[in-house]
């Protein structure tokens, strides 16, 4: 009997198409830095308890919390992921980054996107915000919920 193999790169691709991320510095609790964002943004980020991320590393489990929102009347998605729980990461290639914004969209432009990463930046608390180009991160199935 043949042995069936998960394609893992389908997956990553499907996951990641028309999608752009930012890595974001600010030693805000998550809860508090998705209440900012959504203050001063104007945008409804919300815990999704289904997306929670574990992961299994050294005889532990490991959760990452997942914050949604979905631009009404456009089918872009957002989702703010907590970089860190316990001391391990969710993508340790950017240990230096506590949030990751995943932007899905197939009509994002780079004007939109640029102004995404200015109003973050104006945040209390937000010490840094910078795009992380798909090469550079090596853990991309970490993200898949």
Known sequence: MAKLVLNID???DDFFTGARML???????NF???WL?????????RLNADAEIQLNKKGRSYFFEVYQFCEPGCETEHYIYHNQF???????????FDFLWLAKSANLNDEDFLLLQ??????????LVTELTPEKIK???NLIF
């Open 118 to 127: 200015q109003n973050l930046k104006k945040i209390n608390g937000v010490q």
């Open 37 to 45: 964002v959504n203050t001063h943004l104007h945008v409804d980020f």
């Open 86 to 96: 316990e001391g391990e990461h969710l993508l340790p290639e950017f240990k230096h």
């Open 139 to 141: 853990n991309k199935t």
């Open 23 to 29: 890595g974001i510095m600010s030693q805000t609790k």
């Open 32 to 34: 508090r830095f998705c």
């Open 10 to 12: 389908g997956i990553e």
